[in-house]
């Protein structure tokens, strides 16, 4: 990594105003020292003549140029080695998983031993709440974001449920006080003292899929403690996307998808993360299978489960090596761009785009929190008004984003491949579009 054409981002962050023009934009991405990175990935086609205006990140990311030849080398290997693949391939897949563990925990801020990637995100959560969520008759509480992203709704729904209490009782809603649209701290964390022994889990996306705030972890973790209950996260929007300390916030677990802004292609293995204080502890009640027994004795094929005393313990299954070689060949570009660099190009980046959307105050207003601290990449904003005749003159342009009913657009410029002019080019697009 070039050192000064780095400083000299920065200094740009601290010294110079924005300013809403082209020449300005195409200045900030010459001097941006992660500009290469977006030649690692394949863009969607151009259609009405346009290119690709990919801002989706923070649904799907896109492909990484070797995924396929990662993926064509473990097909190649498997025509030619069988079954002694597992042993003899070029990147063995009895250990395959383990090539992705340290790249994965440096992007969380785990220890190797802490992180395992296995399963899917649905499938982790409910094995990390058959872990650390053990209601009793008087501690039995679940403490989720009102309007949580649906899955994780239901997943808590039923692990109440499968415990035999009731969800209406026992999953306590945040919401944002009225007039607000997020989450403060201070009122999460007076929940759950209000609520006290009664809360056997607190359970928060970092950051939220659809305001794009992320929250206050270690204080939240230090909170949930303090009355005895888990803190678990789900990292679906903050993996790749904000630089995490998982193991010093003292987050007891949290789990998170391969496809969002790690590029790992939809459907493809999940992260999971579980603090060293439980690793060791193989008295944890747990659902087994057998990738996660004692690797010397599994194929011993032995009656009794000795479990891995890593997050490597809660495995289940040989894992699915084409979507772990695709998650691989991103991997590597975290690891070339490193998370804190991408986080300073991340702020520069929103922050042009805020300063861009703050020029059409009548036309678009953004939910997100204003403080960079608050939030990752995505701005998810509220346009007046109908806004689905903006999604078609972003479709006709070819600009890929999000919307979700009833009215928010999420845009997430990521600073692996989105470029200044990127975001330039969106905010006259919605400035055109306002007339
Ligand atoms: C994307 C996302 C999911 C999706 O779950 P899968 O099991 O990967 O289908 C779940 N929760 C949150 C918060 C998400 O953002």
Same mark, same amino acid.
């Not at 035999?164 to 944002?176: D, M, Q, T, W």
């Not at 950051?207 to 996260?233: C, M, P, R, S, W």
């Not at 991997?331 to 785009?353: I, Q, W």
């Not at 928010?408 to 919605?430: G, H, K, S, W």
């Given at each position: 990594?070039?050192?000064?054409?780095?400083?000299?981002?920065?200094?740009?962050?601290?010294?110079?105003?924005?300013?809403?023009? @082209?020449? #300005?934009?195409?200045?900030?991405?010459?001097?941006?020292?992660?500009?290469? #990175?977006?030649?690692?990935?394949?863009?969607?086609? !151009?259609?009405?003549?346009?290119?690709?205006?990919?801002?989706?990140?923070?649904?799907?990311?896109?492909?990484?140029?070797?995924?396929?030849?990662?993926?064509?080398?473990?097909?190649?290997? *498997?025509?030619?080695?069988?079954?002694?693949?597992?042993?003899?391939?070029?990147?063995? *897949?009895?250990?395959?998983?383990?090539? $992705?563990? !340290?790249?994965?925990?440096?992007?969380?801020?785990?220890?190797?031993?802490? =992180? =395992?990637?296995?399963?899917?995100?649905?499938?982790?959560?409910?094995?990390?709440?058959?872990? #650390?969520?053990?209601?009793?008759?008087?501690?039995?509480?679940?403490?989720?974001?009102?309007?949580?992203?649906?899955?994780?709704?239901?997943?808590?729904?039923?692990?109440?449920?499968?415990?035999? #209490? +009731?969800?209406?009782?026992?999953?306590?809603?945040?919401?944002?006080?009225?007039?607000?649209?997020?989450?403060?701290?201070?009122?999460?964390?007076?929940?759950?003292?209000?609520?006290?022994?009664?809360?056997?889990?607190?359970?928060?996306?970092?950051?939220?899929?659809?305001?794009?705030?992320?929250?206050?972890?270690?204080?939240?973790?230090?909170?949930?403690?303090? =009355?005895?209950?888990?803190?678990?996260?789900?990292?679906?929007?903050?993996?790749?996307?904000?630089?995490?300390? %998982?193991?010093?916030?003292?987050?007891?677990?949290? =789990?998170?998808?391969?496809?969002?802004?790690?590029?790992?292609?939809?459907?493809?293995?999940?992260?999971?993360?579980?603090? !060293?204080?439980?690793?060791?502890?193989?008295? $944890?009640?747990? %659902?087994?299978?057998? *990738?996660?027994?004692?690797?010397?004795?599994?194929?011993?094929?032995?009656?009794?489960?000795?479990?891995?005393?890593?997050?490597?313990?809660?495995?289940?299954?040989?894992?699915?090596?084409?979507? $772990?070689?695709?998650?691989? +060949?991103?991997?590597?570009?975290?690891?070339?761009?490193?998370?804190?660099?991408?986080?300073?190009?991340?702020?520069?980046?929103?922050?042009?785009?805020?300063?861009? %959307?703050?020029?059409?105050?009548?036309?678009?207003?953004?939910?997100?929190?204003?403080?960079?601290?608050?939030?990752?990449?995505?701005?998810?904003?509220?346009?007046?008004?109908?806004?689905?005749?903006?999604?078609?003159?972003?479709?006709?342009?070819?600009?890929?984003?999000?919307?979700?009913?009833?009215? @928010?657009?999420?845009?997430?410029?990521?600073?692996?491949?989105?470029?200044?002019?990127?975001?330039?080019?969106?905010?006259?697009?919605?400035?055109?579009?306002?007339?």
């Amino acid at each position: 990594m070039d050192r000064n054409s780095r400083s000299a981002l920065n200094a740009t962050a601290k010294d110079l105003a924005f300013e809403n023009s @082209i020449d #300005f934009a195409r200045g900030l991405d010459e001097r941006d020292p992660l500009a290469s #990175f977006r030649d690692n990935f394949l863009f969607p086609k !151009e259609k009405n003549g346009k290119p690709c205006l990919y801002l989706c990140g923070n649904s799907l990311g896109l492909q990484p140029k070797r995924a396929r030849e990662y993926v064509l080398a473990e097909l190649d290997d *498997w025509a030619d080695l069988g079954v002694e693949g597992h042993w003899m391939a070029r990147h063995p *897949w009895l250990p395959y998983h383990e090539f $992705l563990t !340290e790249p994965m925990a440096r992007i969380v801020g785990a220890k190797p031993a802490e =992180v =395992v990637v296995m399963n899917t995100l649905t499938v982790n959560l409910h094995l990390m709440m058959v872990t #650390f969520y053990r209601p009793a008759q008087k501690r039995h509480k679940i403490i989720i974001e009102g309007g949580a992203f649906p899955s994780d709704q239901y997943a808590v729904d039923s692990q109440v449920q499968l415990h035999n #209490f +009731a969800a209406r009782e026992s999953v306590i809603e945040l919401k944002p006080r009225d007039g607000e649209k997020t989450l403060r701290t201070e009122d999460i964390v007076a929940t759950i003292e209000r609520e006290g022994n009664s809360v056997a889990l607190v359970l928060l996306g970092d950051v939220n899929y659809l305001t794009g705030q992320a929250f206050d972890l270690a204080k939240i973790a230090e909170a949930a403690h303090a =009355v005895g209950a888990n803190f678990g996260v789900n990292l679906a929007h903050g993996a790749g996307n904000l630089p995490l300390a %998982l193991h010093d916030c003292g987050v007891d677990f949290a =789990v998170w998808c391969g496809y969002k802004y790690l590029n790992g292609m939809a459907g493809t293995l999940a992260g999971c993360f579980i603090h !060293e204080k439980h690793v060791t502890n193989t008295e $944890l009640p747990r %659902l087994c299978g057998w *990738w996660g027994h004692n690797k010397e004795k599994r194929f011993e094929m032995g009656r009794n489960f000795d479990p891995i005393p890593t997050a490597e313990g809660w495995q289940l299954s040989n894992p699915p090596i084409l979507p $772990l070689a695709v998650l691989r +060949a991103s991997l590597e570009l975290f690891d070339a761009a490193t998370m804190p660099a991408l986080r300073e190009k991340s702020v520069l980046l929103t922050g042009y785009l805020e300063f861009l %959307l703050d020029q059409l105050p009548d036309y678009v207003s953004i939910t997100t929190p204003r403080n960079a601290s608050e939030r990752g990449c995505q701005l998810s904003l509220t346009v007046k008004g109908d806004p689905k005749s903006l999604v078609k003159t972003l479709a006709d342009r070819n600009v890929i984003c999000d919307f979700r009913e009833p009215n @928010i657009i999420r845009v997430a410029p990521t600073p692996l491949y989105n470029r200044f002019v990127d975001v330039f080019e969106f905010a006259q697009i919605l400035s055109e579009h306002a007339g």
